[in-house]
């Protein structure tokens, strides 16, 4: 349950995703895109692809999976890049229950067990200023309660690596009903590669 909502979250939730992006590209990101309800056979990377099947064989013939129903053993080649995420504080932050090890590697630090906001403490000497992205998508994603895609490129401006970070982020029920969880694929692509071209899948209801 989410009972603060940010201001980006707010622009999402009624339908205008460009200041998300808008607040990413004032921060130095590049090729920055959002879509929810993402067509799930045109995303860029074969992990997200898989973790997308995966959570729609999940649902069955319920709107939403549940975790209780995650499976570590079927997310296959996904795993290493799987994260999940609950909801704390009513939803004004989301803390990280699994931070998969693939991701740990290439961004360089494990947030298992932290929330969003206490990322900067941990990490004083990197950048973490796309963490209100995030929390609005995640927000949106439990409020909505369907899946949403992300992309980004990371330059130097926020002293990291340059790479393309593509995102899943799907909702996830506990035992009443209630989206408190979120499945959440991350998959880096080097910047020589093309920015993806996700349309939103009109016809997909949750």
């Not at 997310?75 to 229950?97: F, P, Q």
């Not at 699994?98 to 990197?126: V, W």
Request: glycine content about 4%; charged content about 20%.
């Amino acid at each position: 349950m989410v009972e603060y909502i940010l201001p980006l979250t707010r622009h999402l939730l009624a339908g205008n995703s460009k200041k998300l992006e808008a607040f990413m590209v004032e921060r130095g990101f590049a090729r920055v895109q959002v879509v929810p309800s993402p067509l799930h056979t045109l995303l860029p990377c074969a992990k997200l692809r898989y973790t997308y099947h995966y959570w729609e064989t999940l649902r069955s013939h319920e709107p939403l999976p549940s975790r209780k129903q995650i499976d570590p053993r079927r997310l296959g080649i996904a795993l290493g890049n799987i994260c999940l995420l609950e909801a704390v504080n009513l939803g004004r932050d989301m803390k990280y229950r699994l931070y998969g090890s693939n991701i740990a590697y290439h961004a360089g630090h494990d947030l298992q067990g932290m929330t969003l906001r206490e990322i900067p403490r941990h990490f004083p000497r990197k950048d973490f200023s796309d963490l209100p992205f995030h929390l609005a998508l995640f927000q949106a994603c439990l409020i909505e309660k369907r899946p949403y895609f992300s992309e980004y490129m990371t330059t130097s401006a926020q002293r990291r690596t340059p790479r393309i970070w593509s995102r899943l982020s799907l909702p996830l029920a506990n035992n009443r009903g209630e989206v408190t969880m979120i499945l959440h694929c991350i998959s880096p692509r080097p910047t020589e590669q093309p920015a993806a071209r996700v349309p939103s899948d009109m016809k997909m209801v949750v």
